[in-house]
């Protein structure tokens, strides 16, 4: 209002600052200065010199996007549309009503008592604000020998070395919900041999750790943990990261960060990991990046992604875990992008497990797991080869259920949006449909009948054995593993015996009537033992799949159907005469069912049982 008190209109469309209107619930006197704060930083401070009922504030500090503290003559504020003082800006212009005080609020911190830097040494840390003065009694954080906790939102900068030392951060989120606590690493060795060196309990918007410019920053736990955390569940769990947050992370900055994670893991997200840039080398005892809902590299916003590099270790020798790993199976979590950058995974398990979807915009991927699954690529070689990389057994007897992929997920994209899984593999599959159908109409279909000229033996092994095992392993896995090789070979052969056994038992009208099946080609005596190879060469792929990749008990289960076979293959080597394969052909359908049968009794009970 104007002097007259008729209502004046605040032309704003030029503005490019915050601007903030404050109605008050009472009149206050002059001298009583009105702070917008955001965090521990002020934004905007005045003190009229008049008694005042509306304040129209604007400056270079203040978003039209981001929330803020108000506090009047050191009295922390609230308004109309909040119940915990929180100024929330909706737009350049806007307007809060009925303000008056926070009931239960704080009071206008002295800002000598805010720090802005601290420095570690052995088992102290010394506090010191803008002014470069020491802090005794901060405001913004607590100091417990070489224990920090920050408890309000800060930016703060951190140097020294400490080897019992932890760097925490608990805001809280009912007081501060748009809270940010920046850590500006410059040439800190922080180290804790029981507990995360960097702990977040709780941020409302996010914590920023960024390794300045020219310096070499390391952060260290010991071999094991004694810290925990109670989750939303009320469960107790145990801290197992270097750097461990429970609510959302972002790495940046164009220094040095090593995370060595000698529990479990490097580097731990609860939520969502954003790693923007900056030098970032993890080595880790179990996995090396793990955020829960997501972990994002690259800036998707920038343009220059040179000083992003990725550098994740998790390779052990005979143990270790998952390079970059999510979690999640919610809709629209558990993914990992890439955007930009060089990320180099050597990893003793799978290089890339995205519990939902692995999307690759730009930059360049090199993975090599334990087993020697390599995956080299950038966003720009197009889609194939994302799920490259061969899983299974790790070699290590104890652990018989590793996975040591190059990438796992769900859906692996391209920076277009397609999916190599969805576009290339329905294709392909369709393409292998075709063939199959095709396959069986010109068996005994057209002018020369390839079942006639001694190929359906071979034609069985493919498709009844190679393309059924192998196509339903990679809609699953989506991946080709050298080791199924040997089940699939099994269960081509137990088929090719049936087909075998067929042609035995029509062998002397086949060979009359110019059809030349393979037991045709060979003759009676040839095509029996030649069935018999066919038997024992499916047990002897079972066993060796058992024998180089379950190495379990229970993989011996198909053992159980052996005397089956052996006295099937005796009996087809002893009779002589066609029509005595006749009732074989049931028992071989039989036998080969039963096989099968075990065998995957055996390979589901072993892992049950790992």
């Not at 979690?327 to 398990?349: C, Q, R």
């Amino acid at each position: 209002m104007d002097s007259s008190g008729a209502a004046v209109t605040v032309d704003t469309s030029g503005c490019t600052q915050g601007v903030v209107q404050l109605d008050y619930a009472a009149e206050w006197k002059k001298s009583n200065a009105v702070t917008l704060k955001k965090g521990s930083d002020t934004v905007f401070e005045m003190t009229p010199n008049k008694k005042y009922t509306y304040v129209l504030a604007s400056g270079a500090k203040l978003s039209g996007t981001d929330s803020y503290t108000l506090y009047t003559g050191g009295t922390q504020m609230n308004h109309s549309g909040s119940d915990n003082g929180t100024f929330a800006m909706t737009g350049t212009l806007t307007k809060f009503t009925d303000v008056k005080e926070l009931t239960g609020g704080s009071e206008l911190p002295d800002d000598d008592s805010v720090v802005t830097a601290l420095v570690y040494s052995g088992s102290s840390v010394t506090a010191t604000n803008a002014s470069g003065g020491v802090v005794s009694n901060p405001s913004n954080l607590t100091i417990s020998g070489a224990n920090v906790t920050i408890t309000a939102s800060s930016e703060i900068s951190v140097s020294g070395e400490s080897t019992s030392g932890q760097l925490a951060v608990n805001v809280d989120k009912t007081a501060e919900p748009e809270g940010k606590v920046v850590l500006n690493l410059e040439g800190l060795t922080l180290s804790n041999s029981s507990a995360a060196p960097i702990y977040v309990e709780a941020i409302g918007d996010e914590v920023q750790i960024s390794a300045k410019n020219g310096t070499t920053n390391t952060i260290s736990d010991g071999t094991s943990h004694t810290d925990t955390y109670v989750d939303s569940d009320g469960n107790t769990n145990t801290v197992n990261g270097a750097i461990f947050s429970r609510d959302d992370l972002k790495l940046k900055g164009k220094g040095t960060l090593i995370v060595n994670g000698n529990t479990e893991d490097g580097i731990v997200c609860k939520n969502d990991l954003k790693i923007w840039n900056g030098n970032i080398t993890v080595n880790a005892a179990d996995d090396g990046i793990r955020g829960n809902d997501s972990v994002r590299i690259g800036d998707p916003d920038a343009a220059d992604y040179s000083s992003l590099s990725v550098t994740v270790n998790t390779n052990n020798g005979s143990s270790g875990g998952d390079g970059i790993k999510t979690n999640s199976d919610e809709d629209g979590k558990g993914y990992v992008t890439i955007n930009g950058g060089t990320v180099n995974i050597d990893s003793y398990a799978d290089g890339i497990q995205a519990e939902q979807t692995f999307t690759m915009n730009g930059g360049e991927l090199n993975i090599t797991t334990y087993q020697g699954s390599n995956f080299t690529g950038s966003a720009s070689g197009g889609n194939g080869g994302w799920g490259g990389g061969m899983g299974g057994n790790d070699g290590n007897s104890n652990k018989t259920d590793i996975s040591a992929k190059g990438i796992k997920a769900v859906g692996v994209y391209d920076e277009a949006g397609t999916t190599w899984q969805s576009g290339g593999d329905f294709i392909g599959f369709l393409a292998l449909g075709g063939l199959s159908i095709v396959a069986a109409i010109t068996y005994t279909v057209g002018t020369r009948p390839y079942g006639y000229i001694g190929l359906g033996d071979i034609s069985v092994l493919v498709f009844f054995g190679w393309l059924s095992v192998l196509g339903s392993w990679y809609l699953q896995a989506h991946n080709v593993e050298a080791a199924i090789f040997l089940p699939a070979t099994a269960c081509g052969l137990l088929a090719t015996a049936v087909l075998n056994i067929n042609n035995l038992r029509d062998i002397d009208s086949d060979r009359q009537n110019g059809k030349n099946t393979l037991a045709v080609r060979l003759g009676p005596v040839n095509a029996r033992r030649y069935h018999a190879c066919l038997l024992l060469g499916a047990l002897l792929c079972l066993a060796l799949f058992n024998l180089l990749t379950l190495h379990s008990a229970w993989g011996w289960l198909f053992i159980l159907a052996t005397p089956l076979l052996v006295k099937q293959a005796r009996y087809v080597l002893r009779e002589s005469d066609p029509l005595a394969m006749r009732p074989m052909l049931e028992k071989t359908v039989k036998g080969a069912l039963l096989t099968n049968l075990l065998f995957v009794i055996g390979i589901i009970a072993s892992k049950l049982m790992a």
